[in-house]
C-alpha cells in the first residue's frame, strides 16, 4: 500500500508519528525546506482540450512541480500560488529573532499537501507539576483544489507526543485559512492571529478545568459514546471500536496516572487512540490527525469534556 508521507525531515526527538529523517537542531527555514526535500517551485500551466485537432483552452490550469515536472493537480484559473520558499518564509522573523525553532517539515500526497512545524519557545505550562503541555505553529501550504492554506497553533502533550486541539470558538485568533484565490499576505495573517502576543491562556483554562473534574463510570461511557457512536440495530448492544480501544488504553496510555479519573485523562484517551493507533499505518493516522478526520474528532471530544465536566 502506498504511503501518504512522500518526504520529511525532523529536528530534536523523534515526533510523535516516528517518520523521516533526523536533521541537525536550530535550522532556518530555508535549510529546512532544503533538507525536507521541498526545495521545488510550481508553475501553474494553462490547460487545454483537443477538438477537432485543435487545442482549446478550458478555463483551467495544471499545477506542475519543477523536481519532476508532475502534475500535482488542475485548478481554475484565478488559483494564486504560494510557492514553498515563501510559505517557509513566514518562520523566518521569528526563528532569526529566537522566538521559534523549526521543528519538523514534509510533504504528503505525493507532494499536494506540504508542511512546517515549529516549536514556540517559552509557550507551554504544566498540570499536576509534571504534565507539560508545548505549543507549536502549524504551516499547510496545500498544491491541490478545494484546500486553503491553514495556519495555526497546535499544543501538543510532551509526555505522550499527542496533539492536542486549540478552541475554535468564534472570534478565536489560533488559527488562520488563506484561500487561493487571493495573494497570500503573510503580514496580514501575523496581524489576524495576534501571534506578537500569543499564549495558551485559553486552552491552559480549559485543560486546568477538565483535569479538576472526576468522571464517574456512566458518565465515561456516556463521553465515548457520545463520541463514538454505533448507528443503527446494533446501537444499544454493541459499544463502537473508537470507544472500546480508548477505554482498553486509557489507564495504560503514556501519562495515565497524571490526573488519573479526571476528565483530561478521558480527553487524552481519546487524543492518543486519534493519534496513534487510527488509520491504517503512521502517515495515514498523521494525515487524519492534522489535516483530515482526526482534527475534528480531537476538537470535539476536547468541547464535550468541556461540557460534561
Avoid at 12 to 25: D, F, N
Avoid at 114 to 134: I, P, Q, T
Avoid at 270 to 278: G, N, P
Wanted: aromatic fraction near 10%; charged fraction near 25%; proline fraction near 3%.
Amino acid at each position: 500500500m502506498a504511503h501518504m508521507v512522500e518526504t520529511m525531515a525532523y529536528a530534536g526527538e523523534v515526533p510523535w508519528h516516528g517518520l523521516g529523517k533526523k536533521v541537525l537542531p536550530d535550522l532556518t527555514p530555508e535549510q529546512m525546506l532544503y533538507e525536507a526535500g521541498l526545495d521545488w517551485t510550481v508553475e501553474k500551466i494553462p490547460a487545454f482540450a483537443e477538438v477537432n485537432g485543435e487545442k482549446v483552452a478550458v478555463g483551467k490550469s495544471a499545477l506542475v512541480r519543477s523536481s519532476d515536472n508532475k502534475v500535482l493537480d488542475v485548478v481554475g484559473d484565478d488559483w494564486c500560488e504560494t510557492q514553498n520558499a515563501e510559505a517557509f518564509g513566514f518562520f523566518a522573523d521569528f526563528v532569526s529573532e529566537g522566538n521559534m525553532e523549526m521543528h519538523t517539515a514534509g510533504s504528503l500526497r505525493g507532494g499536494q499537501m506540504v508542511w512546517a512545524l515549529a516549536k514556540v519557545k517559552d509557550e507551554s505550562f504544566e498540570l499536576f507539576g509534571k504534565d507539560r503541555v508545548d505549543s507549536y505553529l502549524l504551516f499547510s501550504n496545500p498544491h491541490m483544489y478545494g484546500k486553503s492554506i491553514d495556519v495555526r497553533f497546535t499544543p501538543i502533550r510532551v509526555v505522550c507526543n499527542n496533539t492536542l486541539t486549540l478552541s475554535l470558538s468564534e472570534g478565536s485568533k489560533n488559527g488562520v485559512k488563506v484561500s487561493h484565490r487571493t495573494k497570500f499576505n503573510s503580514e496580514q495573517v501575523k496581524e489576524t492571529m495576534g501571534i506578537a502576543s500569543f499564549k495558551l491562556t485559553e486552552y491552559k483554562k480549559q485543560a486546568e478545568f477538565i483535569a479538576s473534574k472526576r468522571f464517574t463510570e456512566e458518565s465515561k461511557v456516556e463521553y465515548l459514546e457520545r463520541l463514538f457512536p454505533v448507528l443503527g440495530e446494533a446501537k444499544r448492544k454493541e459499544r463502537s471500536k473508537s470507544a472500546t480501544a480508548v477505554l482498553d488504553i486509557l489507564d495504560t496510555q503514556p501519562g495515565a496516572e497524571m490526573g488519573e479519573g479526571t476528565f483530561w485523562q478521558l480527553y487524552n484517551g481519546v487524543t492518543y487512540h486519534v493519534d496513534h493507533q487510527m488509520g491504517r499505518n503512521s502517515d495515514n493516522r498523521m494525515n487524519s490527525a492534522w489535516f483530515g478526520g482526526g482534527v475534528k474528532k480531537k476538537q470535539e471530544a476536547l468541547a464535550l469534556a468541556v461540557e460534561m465536566a
